[in-house]
């Protein structure tokens, strides 16, 4: 069975390291998962005025998690925190009351950062907005990636040896959690 993956990269920047380590990711990813990007740069800040009439970016990217088996954050950690443009994409997908779209997705988090905590402390906040939202979570292996750049080659693969078998196994058990929840929830799923 091969399960359809929507991964948000919770950093806007040309050249973040989190999209570094989401390509990595994809690259490391078993074959049961097909990692495709969400985008969350064209949402306009979330008003809750505009929630029934949004403009296209809003429901194009409801549908696409909607249509999602899985969904994989990997983020930064700002100020202790989530990124601004992060949750801002999860307040837009959680609106209109009775329509959130994250309900019952199995949901992994990782992120990296320069510092020695690798996003602890984001990721923290990220599993009590998901808890609320009703959406399962991987909770072991945890992933916080200090992020060394001569880890990783710009074709996506991981040179150090460490990292890969590190990012791998996370990528594995993230596969089987999905595969759990969904034989779980899904009549006549094997
Ligand atoms: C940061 N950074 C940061 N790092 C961290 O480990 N904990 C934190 O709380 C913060 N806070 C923070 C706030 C803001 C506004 C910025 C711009 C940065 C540093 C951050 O980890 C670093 O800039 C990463 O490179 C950001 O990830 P991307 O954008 O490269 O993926």
Not at 28 to 51: G, T, V
Request: cysteine-free.
């Amino acid at each position: 069975m091969t399960y359809r993956i929507g991964y948000l990269v919770g950093s806007l920047s040309g050249d973040s390291i989190n999209r570094v380590l989401a390509k990595a990711l994809v690259h490391l990813a078993p074959p049961s998962l097909q990692l495709e990007e969400i985008p969350i740069r064209d949402l306009p800040l979330y008003n809750r005025d505009d929630e029934l009439s949004p403009v296209d970016a809003v429901p194009t990217f409801k549908k696409a998690i909607e249509a999602s088996d899985g969904l994989l954050f990997v983020s930064p950690e700002y100020n202790r925190s989530i990124p601004a443009p992060l949750k801002n994409a999860i307040d837009w997908g959680s609106r209109p009351w009775g329509q959130n779209s994250f309900a019952r997705k199995p949901t992994g988090i990782i992120g990296a950062s320069p510092g020695a905590i690798g996003t602890a402390v984001m990721q923290a906040s990220m599993r009590s907005v998901l808890s609320f939202l009703d959406a399962p979570q991987l909770n072991a292996p945890e992933a916080y990636v200090t992020f060394h750049a001569d880890a990783y080659a710009d074709d996506g693969s991981v040179t150090d040896p460490h990292t890969e078998t590190f990012l791998r196994h996370y990528m594995e058990e993230y596969a089987a959690f999905v595969e759990r929840v969904l034989s779980a929830t899904l009549p006549g799923h094997e």
